[in-house]
């Protein structure tokens, strides 16, 4: 059994004002009473420092939405609104809510509990429209997910044999191909953004910190980065192979941009890395229409660990640009893949890392059960750091001003304290599954629930179109 894998979180605010949803403003008829501060329990109402006989602006960032404070204001002098920006932020996947849990989580890694039921959707789109099967969580007594009991995150990075060979005598005459195996199911993706020098060695030493890998462009890895080799992935093209050779020979993985012409020189591309690197190779495809071929014919071609990219929605590119393009969502994508693979027999083969959409804890595992066997994020770091996103009219993702000045083991422990709050999720949704081994979610669809074919099951007779 291997050791027990454990993220250590501790609360680590960030000195910096964050979006929030209501917005408390204090009217000119407040007599300063004090009434506020005496049945607020979160202090979100104080008086001045430099003058006590005055109230400060309230400082929403803490407010918890009880409404005490207005209801007890004897002048009516409170008032509580939908923060304009909180409006803003929200669109068509990356609700507002998920900034707010993303945020919550990077302060103290903890999993908001508020015993209210779900209350989130089922027949939305993509991980939205899927449940898991929670049927075992009648015993966490006898199992408790940090108990007794083990429950194993950890997965397998590199190309598996089909089959064994041995000689009349016993001995293993296959050679195994190289493996690389990390504690979680995640993979820290490239920073959809340019990142300042501090933020990106942040990003690393929460991934050294996690015992995870983190991918970055191989012109972004510095000499002084070397200490964080084995958890650093280069990402390059084939035609850079020769050019970061002192960067790949310390690599435990190494990414490969796709392009159309690599799977038919991929034998020649893997062995002008070998003469490198003994690295596993992870070839990055976007999921563009037709993916599951690219995939078959990587696979057949003899690829070690295929990294399919969606959108930072989680919706199918559209490389051709075409006008009435209908992009698939993450979740189907994941599904047809595998069973395409499935279908002809190879999927045992190969490890399947997807990402884009990938933007809650919940979705790592949900899209294992679809037939992958790892996920990469990127948004989700970011937003423990701050960073907002606005999805329209086009997407616009920015930083908050002055990260450059804050600490770098500051950032480190938020995405730590996020990746913490994540795996402990993880935790409870395997065990309430009944699953103790995560190479055992990949492609289990028989627990998990999908709105679409329980709709069809339901209605699709009734409603059949002639």
Request: with cysteine; aromatic share 6%; glycine share 8%.
């Amino acid at each position: 059994m291997p050791k027990k894998y454990h993220i250590h979180p501790k609360v680590t605010p960030l000195e910096m004002e964050y979006l929030y949803k209501f917005k408390i403003t204090r009217g000119a008829n407040c007599i300063n009473c004090g009434k506020c501060t005496k049945v607020c329990i979160y202090e979100a109402h104080k008086r001045r420092k430099g003058d006590r006989r005055k109230m400060a602006d309230p400082n929403t960032v803490v407010c918890r939405n009880c409404f005490r404070c207005i209801q007890e204001c004897p002048r009516g002098a409170l008032e509580k609104s939908l923060h304009q920006d909180f409006v803003n932020i929200s669109g068509s996947f990356w609700k507002a809510d998920m900034f707010l849990t993303l945020w919550k989580q990077a302060e103290d890694g903890k999993v908001p509990v508020t015993g209210a039921g779900y209350r989130g959707p089922f027949s939305g789109a993509g991980f939205d429209s899927m449940w898991t099967d929670m049927s075992e969580i009648v015993r966490p007594t006898r199992d408790g997910i940090h108990g007794r009991e083990y429950i194993n995150t950890g997965v397998e990075l590199g190309r598996k044999l089909g089959h064994l060979a041995f000689d009349a005598e016993g001995r293993l005459l296959t050679q195994p191909h190289p493996t690389v195996d990390i504690p979680i199911p995640i993979l820290f993706d490239i920073p959809p953004v340019q990142l300042s020098p501090n933020v990106r060695l942040a990003l690393i030493k929460a991934a050294s910190e996690i015992s995870t890998c983190v991918i970055l462009p191989a012109a972004d890895i510095k000499p002084e980065l070397a200490t964080y080799s084995t958890n650093i992935i280069p990402f390059i093209s084939e035609g850079e192979i020769d050019k970061y050779a002192d960067i790949l020979k310390s690599a435990r993985l190494v990414a490969i941009d796709y392009s159309d012409a690599l799977p038919d020189k991929l034998a020649g591309i893997k062995e002008r890395l070998n003469n490198i690197s003994n690295a596993v190779t992870i070839i990055r495809v976007p999921a563009v229409s037709g993916i599951e071929g690219i995939v078959s014919k990587l696979v057949n071609n003899g690829a070690e660990v295929i990294h399919v990219v969606a959108d930072y929605r989680g919706q199918e590119i559209n490389k051709d640009q075409e006008a009435n393009f209908k992009p698939r969502l993450i979740k189907d994508i994941i599904r047809s893949i595998h069973l395409q693979l499935v279908e002809e027999r190879i999927r045992d083969e190969i490890t399947l890392i997807f990402s884009g959409g990938i933007a809650m804890a919940e979705h790592v595992p949900k899209s294992m059960l679809c037939g992958g066997d790892l996920t990469a994020i990127d948004i989700p770091l970011l937003i423990a750091l701050g960073a907002r996103l606005y999805e329209e009219p086009e997407k616009l993702l920015l930083l908050p001003d002055g990260l450059e000045k804050i600490s770098v083991d500051i950032m480190t422990q938020r995405m730590v304290n996020l990746m913490g709050a994540w795996h402990s999720q993880i935790l409870e949704m395997m065990g309430a599954m009944g699953i103790r081994e995560a190479r055992r979610l990949r492609g289990e669809t028989g627990r998990a629930i999908f709105f679409e074919e329980i709709d069809q099951e339901t209605f699709g007779k009734l409603f059949k179109q002639n």
